[in-house]
């Protein structure tokens, strides 16, 4: 684009040239009209010869005070189809300088023009080729001297240009400007530009999409070394001529880069900028996505950009109740005769955020989460994955704290998407669980079992997937400690997992205190579609959750019993949960069955128990007989034992009787150690007795 802005000039230098021959020839012969046909006739040619190309102009008006008009310009392109069409163009010359045939042209206004460049595809010549090759240096041409007698000197500077309702169309994509002003001042130069605005159909990997540019208002000041750019009511508008991503989704957020809206307003410093680099400062941006609700209001950095790769620094970025920033950033931006895809990376983000700000874009289930967090994080990534380390999370009184990394991948392919994050440490103090659980607006179940934990903490990880998120870890509580291992299954609309644990005070938590600790393994499975709990909700009422849970109890304490090998299970239908325990015994199985309809008031359960006589189970037989061999075995090592300390005495008298007391006392002591081993060995196997026993009802 810019070789055509610069033939597009080198254009309107020529045709002043014609101003200027017009000028001289006009003054001279004391404006004739039939001189100025002729001239008017050698110009034409002149620049139609100079241009290769046909050139007509309409007409010509030349005044001593207002300078010099034309009319009807008109300029073909190689191919005899109109490429620059211009209804008037007025110069304002200096008379003085002109007297001494040198032209200084004060002001050029143009008005009307329409302009057709074509060039379908990288591989063809662009019909404006022949102007670019037209004014491009030859440095073999060979200069030859000229009379300077009836020389006119080469055309100044122009002061002051202004465009009016210029029309471009590049490719069969229009292009609008409405006003252009270009002034030039002893210490700098001014550009402004109003109702810029561009119409195109670009080519995506998920096929074309419609994109509107408008800019309001566009200014360029230079004075001296300060160069200063603002841009007023940028508007960038996409349609990729497919239903919003959130259609029939009421759950998604609003951003989809298929459908934009963004309007921005920028203030920038320019401090270097050459053909391959740009070094810039933005003091202030305002950038406002209308179609999704993002809305960044302050932004501000400095940036450095070489060859295709920007560095930014100091950089800030606010919304309404957010502040971001970061010292350093680097990119690499996408270009497809380099090879070069998008990448970057950040020196650590922190700052305080409200979530609340990105819900309408990214995810209304926020929209009511006004808890304000601190976050801290660094990130680097492409256009196709995203990494994230040292992340620290937390709320501002420090009730709840998170350090975590992840990594996001699969971005160009929503089927394909995963994320990953391994959480290092999580605390959240007591209180802050039921918090963070309000911010949703959710039906919320046990809140008064949660509160009951206490202060919790959390290692694990999880992942996030197309329709389903996995979380998994261990979670310790004032009450006891679990590992748990759940799953959202989005697509079917179920949550499940299992939750395991060796230690965990059950009564404290639900509030039944005759209930000691437990170790058991459970499974669970809870329905959370709406449209099918809505139904069962419309026929039947009802609070509680819609689901089962069974567990398998390898140790429980009830009141000042303890139960080993109790199986368990519960079942909701939404209205009343109803559950079993079963004791299992060799002979008679203990049962408890129970139902509640609200999970606030578990002491109001309804109890019944019960009892169930069985044959002895093939288990317990072998359990029996394994028993009688122990005892047996038993006996005949207490008879064993009995019968040596019967010798062991005998000989110890009988060497009382005939031996010295020295000897005596030497076969005593060999005897007591004997003992002593003996029941050392005693001991221990009673002891293994014991803990094969437990083994067994644990099983």
Not at 290 to 313: E, M, N, Y
Not at 607 to 626: D, S, V
Request: overall charge positive; charged content about 25%.
């Amino acid at each position: 684009m810019k070789k055509v802005i610069i033939s597009l000039l080198a254009v309107v230098g020529a045709l002043a040239i014609v101003f200027i021959l017009f000028m001289v020839g006009t003054i001279w012969v004391m404006n004739s009209e039939s001189m100025k046909d002729k001239l008017l006739g050698q110009a034409t040619e002149l620049l139609s010869e100079k241009l290769e190309t046909q050139v007509g102009i309409d007409s010509v008006r030349v005044g001593l005070t207002d300078g010099i008009r034309l009319f009807g310009v008109a300029i073909e392109d190689q191919h005899q189809r109109k490429m620059l069409q211009i209804d008037q163009m007025d110069a304002k010359v200096g008379m003085t300088k002109l007297l001494n045939k040198e032209v200084s042209v004060d002001k050029l206004e143009i008005s009307g023009v329409k302009v057709h460049l074509y060039n379908p595809s990288p591989d063809s010549i662009p019909n404006y080729q022949f102007l670019l090759d037209l004014f491009k240096p030859n440095e073999n041409k060979v200069k030859t001297p000229k009379d300077d007698s009836a020389k006119v000197s080469t055309l100044s500077n122009f002061k002051e240009l202004s465009v009016h309702d210029v029309e471009v169309i590049y490719n069969d994509m229009p292009f609008h400007l409405q006003h252009l002003e270009y002034k030039r001042y002893k210490d700098g130069i001014m550009v402004h530009a109003e109702q810029v605005s561009a119409q195109f159909e670009r080519e995506s990997k998920k096929g074309p999409v419609a994109t509107e540019m408008m800019v309001g208002c566009l200014t360029y000041m230079e004075s001296g070394d300060v160069r200063q750019l603002t841009v007023d009511s940028l508007r960038y508008k996409t349609d990729n001529h497919k239903l919003h991503k959130r259609s029939g989704r009421p759950k998604r957020g609003y951003f989809d880069a298929g459908h934009l809206d963004v309007v921005a307003n920028l203030r920038m410093s320019i401090l270097q900028a050459d053909k391959d680099s740009l070094v810039a400062v933005i003091t202030q941006g305002d950038v406002n996505d209308q179609a999704s609700g993002l809305h960044i209001t302050d932004l501000r950095c400095k940036l450095r950009s070489h060859d295709g790769k920007v560095h930014l620094s100091n950089a800030t970025i606010g919304m309404a109740n957010t502040s971001l920033s970061f010292a350093d950033a680097d990119l690499v931006l996408p270009n497809k005769k380099k090879g070069t895809t998008l990448q970057y990376s950040t020196s650590t983000l922190m700052g305080k955020v409200l979530l609340a700000d990105i819900a309408q874009p990214f995810a209304p289930v926020l929209h009511t989460f006004m808890e304000p967090l601190n976050l801290a994080a660094r990130m680097s990534g492409d256009d196709k994955q995203i990494t994230f380390q040292n992340i620290f999370v937390g709320t501002t009184d420090n009730q709840l704290k998170i350090r975590a990394a992840g990594q996001l991948n699969g971005l160009d392919s929503a089927l394909a998407f995963k994320a990953h994050f391994d959480v290092y440490s999580m605390m959240a103090s007591v209180g802050m669980p039921e918090r963070i659980i309000s911010q949703f607006p959710v039906k919320k179940y046990m809140m008064e079992q949660l509160h009951e934990l206490g202060n919790t903490y959390y290692t694990g990880n999880f992942d996030l997937l197309w329709k389903k998120e996995a979380f998994r870890g261990l979670l310790r509580t004032q009450v006891g400690s679990m590992n748990f291992d759940f799953a959202l299954d989005e697509k079917n609309k179920y949550v499940y997992g299992e939750v395991e644990t060796d230690s965990f005070m059950l009564g404290q938590a639900i509030k039944m205190h005759d209930i000691g600790k437990i170790a058991c393994k459970a499974d669970f499975q809870f329905d959370i579609s709406r449209p099918r709990t809505a139904l069962v909700r419309t026929k039947k009422g009802g609070k509680l959750p819609i689901g089962r849970v069974n567990a398998e109890v390898s140790e429980v304490k009830y009141k000042f019993v303890k139960f080993h090998n109790v199986a368990a299970h519960i079942n909701s239908d939404g209205v009343v949960a109803n559950g079993g325990i079963n004791v299992k015994g060799k002979f008679l199985d203990m049962l408890c069955n129970f139902s509640f309809t609200s999970t606030t008031e578990m002491e109001k359960m309804k109890i019944k128990p019960g009892m169930h006589f069985h044959k002895l189970t093939e288990g317990a037989k072998a359990e029996n007989e394994a028993e009688k061999q122990e005892e047996k075995e038993a006996w005949q090592q207490q008879a064993g034992e009995k019968e040596l300390r019967g010798q062991d005495f005998a000989a110890a008298e009988a060497a009382a009787l005939s031996g010295s007391p020295a000897e005596t006392s030497g076969k005593e002591q060999k005897r007591r150690q004997k003992a002593a081993e003996r029941e050392r060995r005693r001991q221990q196997k009673a002891a293994e007795k014991e803990q094969k026993k437990r083994q067994k009802g644990a099983q």
